[in-house]
Protein backbone atom coordinates (compact mmCIF):
# COMPACT_ATOMS: atom_id res chain seq x y z
CA UNK A 1 0.00 0.00 0.00
CA UNK A 2 2.75 2.47 0.77
CA UNK A 3 3.91 2.38 -2.58
CA UNK A 4 0.54 2.30 -4.07
CA UNK A 5 -0.23 5.55 -2.40
CA UNK A 6 3.19 7.17 -2.97
CA UNK A 7 4.24 10.70 -2.01
CA UNK A 8 3.24 12.45 -4.70
CA UNK A 9 0.88 15.36 -3.90
CA UNK A 10 -1.49 17.69 -5.98
CA UNK A 11 -2.67 20.39 -3.81
CA UNK A 12 -6.26 21.46 -5.06
CA UNK A 13 -6.60 23.95 -2.27
CA UNK A 14 -4.91 26.73 -0.43
CA UNK A 15 -1.85 25.42 1.44
CA UNK A 16 1.04 27.98 1.62
CA UNK A 17 1.25 31.75 1.74
CA UNK A 18 -0.89 33.20 -1.33
CA UNK A 19 -0.53 36.76 -2.47
CA UNK A 20 -3.60 37.95 -4.44
CA UNK A 21 -2.56 40.12 -6.75
CA UNK A 22 -4.64 41.60 -9.70
CA UNK A 23 -3.49 41.32 -13.67
CA UNK A 24 -4.90 43.73 -16.15
CA UNK A 25 -6.47 40.48 -18.60
CA UNK A 26 -4.71 42.62 -21.87
CA UNK A 27 -1.75 41.99 -20.33
CA UNK A 28 -2.19 38.42 -20.16
CA UNK A 29 -2.69 37.93 -23.99
CA UNK A 30 0.89 39.23 -24.66
CA UNK A 31 3.08 35.83 -26.48
CA UNK A 32 6.46 35.98 -27.33
CA UNK A 33 6.88 35.47 -30.72
CA UNK A 34 9.82 32.94 -30.69
CA UNK A 35 7.05 30.36 -29.35
CA UNK A 36 5.12 30.18 -31.94
CA UNK A 37 6.68 26.53 -33.15
CA UNK A 38 5.37 25.38 -29.73
CA UNK A 39 1.85 26.73 -30.29
CA UNK A 40 2.09 25.38 -33.83
CA UNK A 41 2.56 21.56 -32.18
CA UNK A 42 -0.06 22.04 -29.50
CA UNK A 43 -2.54 23.35 -32.21
CA UNK A 44 -1.70 20.41 -34.38
CA UNK A 45 -2.00 17.53 -31.62
CA UNK A 46 -5.42 19.43 -30.73
CA UNK A 47 -6.62 18.70 -34.30
CA UNK A 48 -5.23 15.23 -34.08
CA UNK A 49 -7.84 14.49 -31.09
CA UNK A 50 -10.45 16.67 -32.54
CA UNK A 51 -10.34 14.62 -35.94
CA UNK A 52 -9.19 11.07 -35.04
CA UNK A 53 -9.62 10.44 -31.49
CA UNK A 54 -12.63 7.38 -30.69
CA UNK A 55 -15.28 9.54 -28.97
CA UNK A 56 -15.93 12.82 -29.79
CA UNK A 57 -14.46 15.38 -27.62
CA UNK A 58 -15.09 18.96 -26.11
CA UNK A 59 -13.25 21.45 -26.27
CA UNK A 60 -13.08 22.78 -22.94
CA UNK A 61 -12.30 19.65 -21.16
CA UNK A 62 -9.19 19.94 -24.15
CA UNK A 63 -8.00 23.39 -23.11
CA UNK A 64 -8.47 22.68 -19.44
CA UNK A 65 -6.57 19.06 -19.64
CA UNK A 66 -3.51 21.45 -21.66
CA UNK A 67 -3.81 24.38 -19.35
CA UNK A 68 -3.61 22.03 -16.16
CA UNK A 69 -0.31 20.18 -17.86
CA UNK A 70 1.09 23.46 -18.17
CA UNK A 71 1.10 24.27 -14.65
CA UNK A 72 1.53 20.62 -13.29
CA UNK A 73 4.83 20.92 -15.19
CA UNK A 74 6.08 23.84 -13.22
CA UNK A 75 5.71 22.30 -9.62
CA UNK A 76 3.21 21.13 -6.96
CA UNK A 77 1.92 24.17 -6.04
CA UNK A 78 0.87 25.85 -9.22
CA UNK A 79 -2.73 25.32 -10.60
CA UNK A 80 -5.56 26.18 -12.43
CA UNK A 81 -8.63 26.68 -10.55
CA UNK A 82 -12.24 26.88 -11.68
CA UNK A 83 -15.68 25.81 -10.38
CA UNK A 84 -15.86 24.07 -7.16
CA UNK A 85 -11.98 23.98 -7.12
CA UNK A 86 -11.91 27.88 -6.91
CA UNK A 87 -14.85 27.79 -4.81
CA UNK A 88 -13.01 25.68 -2.44
CA UNK A 89 -9.88 27.74 -1.94
CA UNK A 90 -12.43 30.88 -1.42
CA UNK A 91 -14.13 29.08 1.56
CA UNK A 92 -10.95 28.34 3.21
CA UNK A 93 -9.77 32.19 3.41
CA UNK A 94 -13.19 32.85 4.83
CA UNK A 95 -16.57 31.40 4.47
CA UNK A 96 -18.30 28.17 5.75
CA UNK A 97 -20.60 24.92 4.24
CA UNK A 98 -21.71 21.87 6.17
CA UNK A 99 -20.04 18.77 5.65
CA UNK A 100 -16.86 16.36 7.47
CA UNK A 101 -14.49 19.57 8.42
CA UNK A 102 -11.34 18.12 5.87
CA UNK A 103 -8.49 19.75 3.91
CA UNK A 104 -7.73 16.71 1.48
CA UNK A 105 -5.51 16.70 -1.52
CA UNK A 106 -5.12 14.60 -4.48
CA UNK A 107 -1.87 11.80 -3.82
CA UNK A 108 -1.32 9.60 -7.08
CA UNK A 109 -5.23 9.54 -7.67
CA UNK A 110 -5.78 8.90 -3.98
CA UNK A 111 -7.93 11.50 -1.57
CA UNK A 112 -5.43 11.90 0.94
CA UNK A 113 -6.16 13.97 4.13
CA UNK A 114 -4.02 16.93 4.95
CA UNK A 115 -5.39 17.91 7.80
CA UNK A 116 -9.07 17.90 9.69
CA UNK A 117 -9.91 20.81 10.80
CA UNK A 118 -9.82 21.33 14.37
CA UNK A 119 -13.23 20.68 16.66
CA UNK A 120 -14.74 19.37 13.32
CA UNK A 121 -16.93 15.94 12.72
CA UNK A 122 -13.83 14.25 11.53
CA UNK A 123 -11.36 15.37 13.83
CA UNK A 124 -14.29 13.73 16.43
CA UNK A 125 -14.76 10.84 14.40
CA UNK A 126 -10.96 9.86 14.94
CA UNK A 127 -9.74 11.15 11.45
CA UNK A 128 -6.02 11.97 10.98
CA UNK A 129 -3.50 13.85 9.22
CA UNK A 130 -2.06 11.25 6.76
CA UNK A 131 -5.15 9.07 6.06
CA UNK A 132 -6.10 8.04 3.19
CA UNK A 133 -9.94 7.65 2.56
CA UNK A 134 -10.47 4.79 0.06
CA UNK A 135 -14.33 4.29 -0.02
CA UNK A 136 -17.24 6.69 0.82
CA UNK A 137 -20.24 4.75 2.16
CA UNK A 138 -19.08 1.67 0.57
CA UNK A 139 -18.26 2.81 -2.59
CA UNK A 140 -14.46 3.39 -4.07
CA UNK A 141 -13.58 6.75 -4.66
CA UNK A 142 -10.08 5.91 -5.96
CA UNK A 143 -9.36 7.85 -9.03
CA UNK A 144 -12.12 10.14 -9.45
CA UNK A 145 -11.72 13.71 -9.52
CA UNK A 146 -10.89 15.56 -6.24
CA UNK A 147 -13.82 17.78 -6.78
CA UNK A 148 -16.22 15.16 -7.22
CA UNK A 149 -14.80 13.18 -3.84
CA UNK A 150 -15.40 16.70 -2.19
CA UNK A 151 -18.74 16.73 -3.37
CA UNK A 152 -19.65 13.41 -2.18
CA UNK A 153 -18.49 14.43 1.23
CA UNK A 154 -20.48 17.63 1.55
CA UNK A 155 -24.24 17.16 2.76
CA UNK A 156 -26.72 18.62 4.70
CA UNK A 157 -25.64 18.88 8.20
CA UNK A 158 -26.88 16.21 10.78
CA UNK A 159 -26.14 12.99 8.10
CA UNK A 160 -24.06 10.78 8.10
CA UNK A 161 -21.41 8.95 5.74
CA UNK A 162 -19.14 6.05 6.21
CA UNK A 163 -15.48 6.57 5.34
CA UNK A 164 -12.75 3.38 4.68
CA UNK A 165 -9.44 4.73 6.32
CA UNK A 166 -6.19 3.03 5.09
CA UNK A 167 -3.89 4.72 7.78
CA UNK A 168 -0.04 3.97 7.07
CA UNK A 169 1.23 1.96 10.29
CA UNK A 170 -1.95 0.31 10.11
CA UNK A 171 -2.04 -3.42 8.87
CA UNK A 172 -5.56 -3.28 7.70
CA UNK A 173 -8.23 -0.35 6.03
CA UNK A 174 -11.11 0.71 8.28
CA UNK A 175 -14.44 2.31 8.31
CA UNK A 176 -15.20 5.59 10.67
CA UNK A 177 -18.70 7.27 10.39
CA UNK A 178 -19.09 10.74 10.44
CA UNK A 179 -21.84 12.75 11.33
CA UNK A 180 -21.94 16.23 8.91
CA UNK A 181 -22.20 19.66 10.60
CA UNK A 182 -21.64 23.35 10.03
CA UNK A 183 -18.24 24.35 9.50
CA UNK A 184 -17.57 27.60 11.04
CA UNK A 185 -13.79 28.45 9.87
CA UNK A 186 -12.40 29.24 13.28
CA UNK A 187 -8.70 30.07 12.16
CA UNK A 188 -7.31 31.44 15.71
CA UNK A 189 -8.95 29.61 19.11
CA UNK A 190 -7.56 29.75 22.91
CA UNK A 191 -7.22 28.27 26.07
CA UNK A 192 -6.15 28.93 29.56
CA UNK A 193 -4.24 25.94 30.66
CA UNK A 194 -3.72 27.12 34.79
CA UNK A 195 -1.22 29.56 34.08
CA UNK A 196 -0.07 29.05 30.26
CA UNK A 197 -2.55 30.43 27.28
CA UNK A 198 -2.82 28.38 24.60
CA UNK A 199 -3.41 29.85 20.68
CA UNK A 200 -3.68 27.56 18.05
CA UNK A 201 -3.64 28.81 15.10
CA UNK A 202 -5.31 26.21 12.31
CA UNK A 203 -4.99 28.86 9.23
CA UNK A 204 -3.70 32.28 8.08
CA UNK A 205 -7.00 34.06 7.05
CA UNK A 206 -8.25 37.08 7.17
CA UNK A 207 -7.52 39.10 10.62
CA UNK A 208 -5.72 36.07 12.38
CA UNK A 209 -3.10 38.73 13.32
CA UNK A 210 -6.06 40.62 15.19
CA UNK A 211 -7.43 37.68 16.65
CA UNK A 212 -4.11 36.03 18.22
CA UNK A 213 -4.14 40.01 19.32
CA UNK A 214 -7.46 39.79 21.50
CA UNK A 215 -6.72 35.88 22.43
CA UNK A 216 -3.62 37.02 24.28
CA UNK A 217 -5.40 40.25 25.75
CA UNK A 218 -8.31 37.56 26.73
CA UNK A 219 -5.53 35.10 28.42
CA UNK A 220 -3.85 37.85 29.99
CA UNK A 221 -7.49 39.22 31.65
CA UNK A 222 -8.26 35.62 32.84
CA UNK A 223 -4.70 34.57 34.06
CA UNK A 224 -4.94 37.57 36.25
CA UNK A 225 -8.71 36.53 37.41
CA UNK A 226 -8.43 33.30 38.18
CA UNK A 227 -4.71 32.10 37.83
CA UNK A 228 -2.26 30.52 40.24
CA UNK A 229 0.49 33.72 40.02
CA UNK A 230 -2.01 36.45 38.76
CA UNK A 231 -0.10 36.45 35.16
CA UNK A 232 0.63 34.68 32.23
CA UNK A 233 3.53 32.10 32.84
CA UNK A 234 4.13 31.61 28.88
CA UNK A 235 2.14 31.26 25.85
CA UNK A 236 1.79 28.70 23.43
CA UNK A 237 1.10 29.44 19.46
CA UNK A 238 0.40 26.16 18.11
CA UNK A 239 0.72 26.22 14.20
CA UNK A 240 0.72 22.21 13.84
CA UNK A 241 -1.38 20.88 10.83
CA UNK A 242 -1.43 24.59 9.78
CA UNK A 243 -0.78 24.57 6.24
CA UNK A 244 -0.58 27.91 5.43
CA UNK A 245 -2.87 31.16 4.17
CA UNK A 246 -1.92 34.90 3.38
CA UNK A 247 1.12 35.61 3.39
CA UNK A 248 0.27 38.97 4.93
CA UNK A 249 -1.44 37.65 7.91
CA UNK A 250 1.98 35.40 8.80
CA UNK A 251 4.09 38.88 8.77
CA UNK A 252 1.20 40.41 10.67
CA UNK A 253 1.06 37.66 13.06
CA UNK A 254 4.91 37.91 13.62
CA UNK A 255 4.65 41.89 14.28
CA UNK A 256 3.30 40.84 17.39
CA UNK A 257 6.24 39.80 18.79
CA UNK A 258 9.02 41.51 16.95
CA UNK A 259 9.91 44.91 17.62
CA UNK A 260 11.68 45.73 15.17
CA UNK A 261 14.00 44.22 11.85
CA UNK A 262 13.05 42.14 8.66
CA UNK A 263 10.41 39.20 9.62
CA UNK A 264 10.13 37.55 5.60
CA UNK A 265 11.74 38.52 2.91
CA UNK A 266 11.06 37.20 -1.07
CA UNK A 267 12.54 37.31 -3.94
CA UNK A 268 11.66 36.07 -7.42
CA UNK A 269 12.54 36.18 -10.89
CA UNK A 270 11.13 39.69 -12.14
CA UNK A 271 11.94 42.65 -9.85
CA UNK A 272 8.50 43.16 -8.63
CA UNK A 273 7.93 39.87 -6.75
CA UNK A 274 11.12 40.82 -5.07
CA UNK A 275 10.15 42.43 -1.49
CA UNK A 276 11.31 42.82 2.62
CA UNK A 277 8.52 42.60 4.85
CA UNK A 278 9.74 44.60 8.14
CA UNK A 279 8.17 44.72 11.75
CA UNK A 280 6.39 47.97 11.88
CA UNK A 281 5.55 47.77 15.60
CA UNK A 282 1.93 48.69 15.17
CA UNK A 283 1.57 47.49 18.84
CA UNK A 284 4.18 49.67 20.45
CA UNK A 285 6.66 46.69 20.55
CA UNK A 286 5.85 43.08 21.60
CA UNK A 287 2.03 43.10 22.10
CA UNK A 288 2.88 40.13 24.52
CA UNK A 289 5.22 42.31 26.56
CA UNK A 290 8.16 39.76 26.96
CA UNK A 291 6.27 36.44 28.01
CA UNK A 292 7.93 33.33 27.24
CA UNK A 293 6.60 31.99 24.18
CA UNK A 294 6.72 28.00 22.78
CA UNK A 295 5.89 27.79 19.17
CA UNK A 296 4.88 24.28 18.19
CA UNK A 297 5.34 22.68 14.25
CA UNK A 298 5.04 19.63 12.91
CA UNK A 299 5.40 18.19 9.24
CA UNK A 300 2.18 19.55 8.40
CA UNK A 301 3.06 22.99 9.52
CA UNK A 302 3.78 24.90 5.97
CA UNK A 303 4.32 27.81 4.25
CA UNK A 304 2.74 30.63 6.46
CA UNK A 305 3.11 29.06 9.21
CA UNK A 306 6.79 28.35 8.91
CA UNK A 307 7.49 31.68 8.21
CA UNK A 308 6.57 32.93 11.42
CA UNK A 309 8.49 30.11 13.06
CA UNK A 310 11.05 31.21 11.12
CA UNK A 311 10.84 34.82 11.92
CA UNK A 312 10.38 34.22 15.90
CA UNK A 313 13.52 31.62 15.77
CA UNK A 314 16.05 33.99 14.23
CA UNK A 315 14.79 37.16 16.40
CA UNK A 316 15.07 34.69 19.77
CA UNK A 317 11.64 35.78 20.52
CA UNK A 318 10.62 31.87 20.59
CA UNK A 319 11.88 28.49 21.76
CA UNK A 320 10.30 26.33 18.91
CA UNK A 321 9.22 22.72 19.70
CA UNK A 322 7.69 19.73 17.91
CA UNK A 323 8.84 18.19 14.56
CA UNK A 324 10.60 19.29 11.64
CA UNK A 325 8.18 21.59 9.42
CA UNK A 326 6.89 20.90 5.98
CA UNK A 327 9.35 22.88 3.87
CA UNK A 328 7.20 25.09 1.39
CA UNK A 329 9.69 28.34 1.24
CA UNK A 330 7.73 29.53 -1.63
CA UNK A 331 5.24 32.10 -2.94
CA UNK A 332 1.90 31.23 -4.62
CA UNK A 333 0.19 34.29 -6.27
CA UNK A 334 -3.64 33.77 -6.92
CA UNK A 335 -4.24 35.55 -10.62
CA UNK A 336 -7.45 35.75 -11.26
CA UNK A 337 -8.15 35.81 -14.98
CA UNK A 338 -12.30 36.20 -14.68
CA UNK A 339 -15.20 35.74 -12.49
CA UNK A 340 -14.98 31.83 -12.30
CA UNK A 341 -11.40 31.20 -13.77
CA UNK A 342 -7.73 31.80 -11.47
CA UNK A 343 -4.41 30.49 -11.77
CA UNK A 344 -2.26 29.99 -8.41
CA UNK A 345 1.25 30.67 -9.73
CA UNK A 346 4.52 30.33 -7.16
CA UNK A 347 6.46 33.54 -8.08
CA UNK A 348 8.49 33.70 -5.25
CA UNK A 349 10.98 31.84 -2.99
CA UNK A 350 10.91 33.51 1.11
CA UNK A 351 13.79 33.20 3.39
CA UNK A 352 14.08 33.86 7.16
CA UNK A 353 15.41 36.73 8.75
CA UNK A 354 18.88 35.57 8.37
CA UNK A 355 18.46 34.86 4.84
CA UNK A 356 17.75 30.73 5.71
CA UNK A 357 15.35 29.35 2.97
CA UNK A 358 13.08 26.41 4.19
CA UNK A 359 12.62 25.29 1.07
CA UNK A 360 12.71 21.48 1.54
CA UNK A 361 14.32 21.32 5.00
CA UNK A 362 11.78 23.31 6.51
CA UNK A 363 12.61 24.78 10.13
CA UNK A 364 14.13 22.56 12.89
CA UNK A 365 12.83 22.78 15.89
CA UNK A 366 14.79 24.11 18.83
CA UNK A 367 14.00 20.85 20.73
CA UNK A 368 12.50 18.12 18.76
CA UNK A 369 9.39 16.48 20.52
CA UNK A 370 7.69 13.66 18.69
CA UNK A 371 3.55 12.58 19.28
CA UNK A 372 4.10 9.73 21.53
CA UNK A 373 0.50 10.40 22.92
CA UNK A 374 -0.41 9.27 19.18
CA UNK A 375 -0.44 5.35 19.54
CA UNK A 376 -0.21 5.59 15.42
CA UNK A 377 2.70 8.30 15.12
CA UNK A 378 6.10 6.19 15.32
CA UNK A 379 4.70 4.06 12.76
CA UNK A 380 3.14 7.03 10.46
CA UNK A 381 6.52 8.85 10.75
CA UNK A 382 8.33 7.09 8.19
CA UNK A 383 5.73 7.67 5.52
CA UNK A 384 5.30 11.53 6.36
CA UNK A 385 4.75 13.57 3.60
CA UNK A 386 6.70 16.79 2.97
CA UNK A 387 7.90 18.89 0.59
CA UNK A 388 11.05 17.40 -0.63
CA UNK A 389 8.46 14.28 -1.29
CA UNK A 390 6.90 15.65 -3.92
CA UNK A 391 7.19 15.17 -7.55
CA UNK A 392 8.47 18.40 -9.31
CA UNK A 393 9.25 20.42 -6.27
CA UNK A 394 11.66 23.48 -6.12
CA UNK A 395 15.23 22.40 -5.16
CA UNK A 396 16.82 25.11 -2.34
CA UNK A 397 19.61 26.50 -4.16
CA UNK A 398 22.10 25.74 -1.44
CA UNK A 399 21.66 22.07 -1.81
CA UNK A 400 20.67 19.88 1.19
CA UNK A 401 21.88 16.40 2.37
CA UNK A 402 19.30 14.12 1.96
CA UNK A 403 20.35 11.97 4.75
CA UNK A 404 20.78 14.70 7.06
CA UNK A 405 16.85 15.53 6.69
CA UNK A 406 15.82 12.01 7.56
CA UNK A 407 17.62 12.11 10.93
CA UNK A 408 14.72 13.42 12.91
CA UNK A 409 13.13 10.33 12.04
CA UNK A 410 15.22 8.24 14.37
CA UNK A 411 13.55 7.16 17.76
CA UNK A 412 14.44 9.47 20.81
CA UNK A 413 15.23 7.70 23.88
CA UNK A 414 14.18 10.29 26.02
CA UNK A 415 10.89 10.14 24.79
CA UNK A 416 10.10 6.23 25.53
CA UNK A 417 6.43 5.79 27.14
CA UNK A 418 3.73 4.21 24.91
CA UNK A 419 0.49 5.89 24.23
CA UNK A 420 -1.27 3.96 26.89
CA UNK A 421 1.08 4.98 28.98
CA UNK A 422 0.32 8.36 28.66
CA UNK A 423 -3.27 8.29 28.53
CA UNK A 424 -3.50 6.47 31.81
CA UNK A 425 -1.73 9.74 33.31
CA UNK A 426 -4.00 11.71 31.31
CA UNK A 427 -1.93 13.01 29.04
CA UNK A 428 -3.58 13.08 25.78
CA UNK A 429 -1.48 15.57 23.70
CA UNK A 430 1.92 15.18 24.49
CA UNK A 431 3.77 18.37 22.65
CA UNK A 432 1.38 20.23 24.03
CA UNK A 433 1.78 18.90 27.40
CA UNK A 434 5.53 19.06 27.09
CA UNK A 435 5.32 22.83 25.65
CA UNK A 436 3.35 23.59 28.75
CA UNK A 437 5.14 21.88 31.42
CA UNK A 438 8.45 23.48 29.98
CA UNK A 439 7.07 27.13 30.45
CA UNK A 440 5.78 26.53 33.75
CA UNK A 441 9.35 25.15 34.69
CA UNK A 442 10.72 28.12 33.37
CA UNK A 443 8.23 30.24 36.18
CA UNK A 444 9.24 27.81 38.76
CA UNK A 445 6.11 26.29 39.21
CA UNK A 446 7.27 23.02 38.65
CA UNK A 447 10.70 20.82 39.23
CA UNK A 448 12.69 19.94 35.77
CA UNK A 449 12.10 15.98 36.78
CA UNK A 450 8.64 16.27 35.82
CA UNK A 451 9.13 17.60 32.17
CA UNK A 452 10.85 15.16 30.90
CA UNK A 453 9.06 11.59 30.44
CA UNK A 454 11.43 8.67 30.39
Given at each position: ??H??S?L???A????A?A?L??A ?9 R???QFAR????Y???K???V?PT ?6 KG??D?ML??LD ?5 LE ?5 R?DTM??G ?5 G???V?D???VK???P?R??PA ?10 IT??D??L??G?E???A????K ?5 QI?LTI ?9 DL ?5 V ?8 E ?7 I???EF ?9 A ?7 GA ?8 L???V??L????G?A???A???SD??ISD ?5 Q ?5 S ?5 R ?16 V?ID?G?A?AS ?8 D?H??L??GE????K?SV ?15 T???Y??S????QE?G??P?I ?5 SD ?5 R???AL?ES????HLV????L ?6 A?K?P ?6 T ?6 K ?7 W???QT ?5 G?V?L ?6
Amino acid sequence: MKHKFSALARCALLAGAVALLPVATAGLAAVDGRVAPQFARLYTVYQLIKADYVDPTDDDKLVKGAIDGMLASLDPHSAYLEGASLERLDTMIDGSYAGLGLQVVMDDSAVKVVSPMRGSPAEKAGVKAGDFITHLDGKLIYGIELDDAVARMKGPAGTQIRLTIYRPGRDAPFDLTVTRGVISLQPVTSELKGDVGVISVNEFSHDVGKDVLAAIRTLSAGAQAGGKGGHLAGLVLDLRQNPGGALDEAVALSDLFISDGVIVSQRGRITSENDIYRAESVFAGDAAKGIPLIVLIDAGSASASEIVAGALQDHHRALIMGERSFGKGSVQSMIRLDATHAVKLTTARYYTPSGRSVQEGGIQPDIRVPQISDPDARKRDADALRESDLRGHLVNEAGLDDKKLEADKKPDPRFAMTAAELEAKGIKDFQLWYAIQTLEHANGTVPLGKVVAR
